[in-house]
């Protein structure tokens, strides 16, 4: 089953790259119609600047994921654990025990 998932990992990896390319190209098109509506046909576009933000927000969390992978890292919420206040120990005990 390790072997499958590893394999299906590996076979995505290049498809989030490819997706995370075209955002960013996608990004430069969306900005450049913008920027062109506006100037030059004196007409704005609508709502380009949205979708510049969703494809930019797109490709940072495949760009963020991807890095996390090659790196051989895991995105995880141990940070979130480890940088809270620590109370009471048995409060302590639990959250090592949550987070390993």
Known sequence: MAGLYRRAMDALYPACVI???????????????????????????????AMAVLLC????TINAVLHALAAGETISISALFMSAPRGNPARRRRDTAITG
Do not use: D, K
């Open 57 to 60: 927000w797109c490709h940072q």
């Open 19 to 49: 997706v995370g390319v075209t955002a960013l190209m996608l990004i430069s098109a969306v900005i450049t119609w913008a920027v062109f509506t506006r100037y030059v046909l004196n007409s704005a576009a609508s709502r380009p600047e």
